[in-house]
């Protein structure tokens, strides 16, 4: 089977500005979970959709969004860009249950100026 | 709170110079704990997943073990292409905890 993967693979933005990150999970897999990733914080989950609805929720701010499609693949929106808003953001892929094995997308490296 | 905790921080071997790394959890009703090992800019990639106390995994140079408050990562003989950040998770609550994980880089 084809791994999780996400597009696209590096973006620069500018502050105030809006970005559009799309994943397309491993073929199957219903629940996709978003995280970002920085230096300093590590991996903070952002939130888990599964079957086109959000069934958790990280603490992040409402600027953080998403959605799920039919076909399972899913898009995160992150508007009016801050610059502390530059990170990896990786989309996790599994079956369903929680306590199932995430697989991860290459993640999307953006950059905020 | 939930909360991982991986130590050291970095980690510096030489090639053939085995070590462990640390994850400690404090995650109640423990359902499962996951290793990933993860290159520079890339997404972490799965190793192991373990379920209860006492239960071990191993693949290649790696042996992941299991207690009821901590789990290791063993690394046997290391080579430079072991180099990486490993990085332990739990599933808690609605979510996935990392922690923020080991370097380890291995010198030849």
């Known amino acids: 089977k084809a791994g999780v993967t996400q597009t696209p693979r590096y973006l620069i933005k500018t502050r105030g500005q809006q970005v559009t990150l799309s994943c397309s999970p491993i073929?199957?897999?219903?629940?996709v979970s978003w995280y970002q990733q920085t230096p300093g914080q590590g991996l903070q989950f952002l939130f888990e959709?599964?079957?086109?609805?959000?069934?958790n929720k990280g603490n992040f701010p409402g600027r953080f969004s998403g959605r799920q499609f039919s076909n399972s693949r899913s898009e995160m929106n992150v508007s009016t860009l801050e610059l502390g808003d530059s990170a990896l953001y990786l989309c996790?892929?599994?079956?369903?249950?929680?306590?199932?094995?995430?697989?991860f997308g290459p993640g999307t490296r953006l950059l905020v100026l | 709170e939930d909360q991982v905790t991986q130590s050291p921080e970095a980690l510096r071997l030489q090639e053939g110079e085995s070590s462990s790394l640390n994850c400690s959890y404090t995650v109640s009703g423990l359902r499962g704990l996951f290793w990933y090992r993860q290159d520079p800019g890339k997404g972490p990639e799965f190793l192991f997943t373990?379920?209860?106390a006492g239960e071990e995994k191993e693949k290649k140079r790696l042996k992941a073990t299991l207690t009821k408050k901590e789990s290791f990562l063993h690394i046997t003989a290391p080579k430079p292409e072991d180099s990486a950040t490993y990085l332990c998770?739990?599933?808690?609550?609605?979510?996935?905890?990392f922690g923020t994980g080991t370097s380890l880089t291995v010198i030849p």
């Open positions: 073929s199957g897999h219903r629940s």
């Open positions: 996790a892929s599994r079956e369903q249950g929680p306590q199932e094995t995430q697989y």
């Open positions: 998770a739990v599933p808690g609550g609605n979510q996935f905890y």
């Open positions: 959709y599964f079957s086109e609805t959000q069934r």
């Open positions: 373990l379920y209860s």
